[in-house]
Structure formats: C-alpha cells, structure tokens
C-alpha cells in the first residue's frame, strides 16, 4: 500500500551543488508532476509528465530538469542548486483527466535547504 | 500562479465543535477535491466530488461541490484534537492536466 514514495526526505546542499529527488508511484497512474510548496505561496507546478518518455513545463521550471524513463518513476534533478530553491518538493501521480475520477495523491514530500 | 481563495484562514476551535470552511474560485471546475496536510507530511486525499450540487461523506467530514461549480464547502463535525492540521481544496477542469490549489485554512483544536 506504499502509493507514492518520495527519496530522500531531507537533503541540505551548497550552493551550485546539483542532486535528484526520486519519485515512485504503485498505482499504476499515467500522470505525474513535481510540485514545490513555499510559505504563502501554495503549491506550484514544476513539471509534469503525461506518460512514459514523456514531460513538459509547469509554471515554475527553471533551474530543474526531470525525466520519465519509466511509468511509475517520475525523476526531478536540480542542476546547479541556488538558495532560491529552498523549499520543500512534493511528487504526485493521477489517472488522466477525463474519466470523472480525478484524484491527485501526493508523496510524503523532500525538504530541501540550499546553504 | 493562481490560487483558490479559501475561508478562514485559520480557525480556533474548541473540542467536540463543528467546523465549517470554503474555497472560492473564479472559474468553473468539474472536480473538487479536499486534501488535510499536516506538520513535515504530504498532502492527504480526504473527499473528492465531480458533480454539481454532489454531497459526499467521509467520517465525520462533510464536502459539497457547490451548485456554480466556482465553490466547494468543507464541514468537520464534532471536532478532536487530531484534526489539527492544514486543509486546503483544488479544483480540477476536464481534459487538462492542471489542479489549482487553495491558499489552506489552518484549523487548531482547544482541548
């Protein structure tokens, strides 16, 4: 019943420092996104995937990259860290929209400080 | 980007209380989901509705998607300790990737 696992779920880096935050999903969903959550500022799209082999942009994109090489795992790599990007990282998965189910579920979320 | 406007924003209550809160939003969605979020934790899927006017039950909580389609209702009865935490709604609309998220009512419970 693991859902979406999040790794790792804390992680301090130095500044121009670059690392990946993983994201699996078990439920077997066609979408997943990258989302970041800051004070007052809600929850904003990174990127997102549609399916295997496949991303795009979200609102908030620059300074990340990601990749979908397979269904259940949706990667979010951060090139060159700034302290900007401080925050806490959430991965989620659904079904595609369309067949009156939409349901996001969310992973435990990554805390990240760029020093 | 935007973001659904959520009331109150945060709440005292005491224990055994009812609790009640909304989310508006400008445009139209189909679907209405109500996440809880606690301190450290991911966002937890708590009721989900896509049909307006549709009131759905889970426990002691209560959603109802709002007949406009721009509002959702929340309502929490007899309130415990546990239910301490952050509640937000998004709202979803069909064949698009996109949720928008509400900017979160922190409820507190007085024991």
């Known amino acids: 019943n693991a859902g979406v696992t999040q790794t790792p779920k804390f992680r301090v880096l130095k500044t121009g420092q670059s690392m990946t935050l993983l994201c699996a999903q078990d439920?077997?969903?066609?979408?997943m996104y990258w989302y970041r959550q800051d004070p007052g500022m809600g929850l904003r799209l990174i990127h997102y995937s549609v399916g295997e082999g496949t991303t795009a942009k979200g609102e908030v994109p620059d300074g990340y990259n990601v990749s979908r090489l397979k269904k259940q795992n949706f990667l979010l790599g951060l090139e060159s860290a700034a302290p900007s990007q401080t925050s806490v990282y959430f991965c989620a998965s659904s079904y595609p929209p369309g067949r009156n189910n939409e349901k996001l579920f969310f992973g435990s979320g990554t805390q990240l400080s760029v020093l | 980007g935007q973001q659904l406007n959520q009331s109150p924003q945060s709440m005292f209550i005491q224990e055994g209380e009812d609790v009640s809160m909304n989310c508006t939003s400008s445009?139209?969605?189909?679907?209405w989901l109500w996440y809880k979020q606690d301190p450290g934790e991911g966002p937890v899927l708590l009721i989900a509705l896509y049909k307006a006017g549709e009131l759905t039950s889970n426990g002691r909580l209560t959603a109802q998607f709002g007949i406009t389609r721009k509002d959702s209702f929340l309502n929490i009865s007899a309130s415990i300790p546990s239910d301490v935490g952050i509640y937000f709604c998004a709202g979803h609309t069909s064949g698009t990737y996109k949720y928008i998220f509400g900017t979160g009512t922190r409820l507190k419970v007085l024991a």
């Open positions: 445009s139209i969605f189909n679907t």
């Open positions: 439920m077997n969903h066609e979408y």
